[in-house]
C-alpha cells in the first residue's frame, strides 16, 4: 500500500479510517525504514476489530448511552497511541451528530431542483437549524465529556486534534461548535479541519463559504482534505475532475498545514499522479503531500 502510494510520487501519508491492525507492521516497517513518514492519522485508525470496512462514525462521542462513548473513548486513545508511535502529530476526529431528520439531503434535492432562491428552500434551512439549535446542548455536552478525558492524553503524547467539519448541518461540528472547543482546550492541542467536499456540500446550501471558514480560523487550522468535487454529492475525486477552483486555498494555505489528498481508491494512478501535480503547480507547490 505504501509503495504504491510512493510511486505516485508522495513521501508522506494520511492513514485514514480503514486501515487494518494486520498492516500495521509493514506500515511500522516502512516508517522506520525512511520509505515513508506518516503525518496524520484518521479516527478510528487502526480499524476496530470486527469491522470489515471504514467506519469513522461507528461509535459517537456524541452518543447517549455510556458504551458507545467508552468505545468512542477506547478506540480513541488507541489511535493516539498509534499516531505517536508512527511519529503522527494530528489526529482526524469525527464528533457525532445532533439526531434529527436529513435536513442537509432535502436542502441539497431542493437546489438541484433549482429551488435554492425560493422562500421554501429558506423555510426548510431555517427549520433544520432552530431544530439543531434546540436539541444540540445535551450531544455537544457529551462530546466535551469525552474529549475532556482525550485532551490530556493527546497532550502527553504530543498529539494534536484536528475537528473535521462535517457535510451534514446536522453533525457536529459546526463552525461555532469548533471555536467553542478551541477556545476550552487551546490551540495547542486542537485545531481546525478543513474537508473540502464537505465544506463544499454546505456552501451549496448556503451554511458557509470556503473563504469565511478558512479566514475565521486562520493560524488555527491544522490541515485540509483535498479532494475536486461535482454537484450534488460526488466528493473525493481527483483534482480537475470536478467543479471546484483550488485556487480559493491558496490564500489559507501555510507551511504547517498537513494537505491530505483524499482520493477513492478506484481512480487509476496515472490519472491521480497527473492531476495532484498539476493542482500542486497551480497552487506553487504548497500542497506537499
Known sequence: MLREIRDLG????????????????????????????????????????GLNGPAPDHYLPSAQRSWERESFLRH???????????????????????????????????????????????RVRARALRLRARRQPRYFESVIAVLDQLVPRARERGIRFGLETRFGLEEIPDADEVGQLLQRYGADTVGYWHDVGHAQIKENIGLLTHEAILDRFRGQTLGMHLQDFTPPLLDHQPPGLGTFDFRRLAPFLTDEMVLVWELHPEWPAEQIRENCQQAQATLRGRIRA
Open 10 to 49: 508522495f513521501d508522506t501519508v494520511e492513514l485514514s479510517h480503514g486501515i487494518r491492525l494486520s498492516l500495521f507492521d509493514g506500515i511500522y516497517q516502512a516508517v522506520t525504514a525512511g520509505e515513508m513518514r506518516i503525518r496524520s492519522l484518521h479516527n478510528f485508525c487502526p480499524l476496530p476489530v
Open 76 to 122: 480513541t486513545l488507541r489511535t493516539i497511541e498509534f499516531a505517536a508511535n508512527l511519529g503522527a502529530r494530528v489526529v482526524v476526529l469525527h464528533l457525532g451528530l445532533v439526531p434529527m431528520r436529513n435536513y442537509t439531503l432535502r436542502l441539497v434535492e431542493l437546489r438541484e431542483a433549482g429551488r435554492a432562491d425560493t422562500p421554501k428552500f429558506e
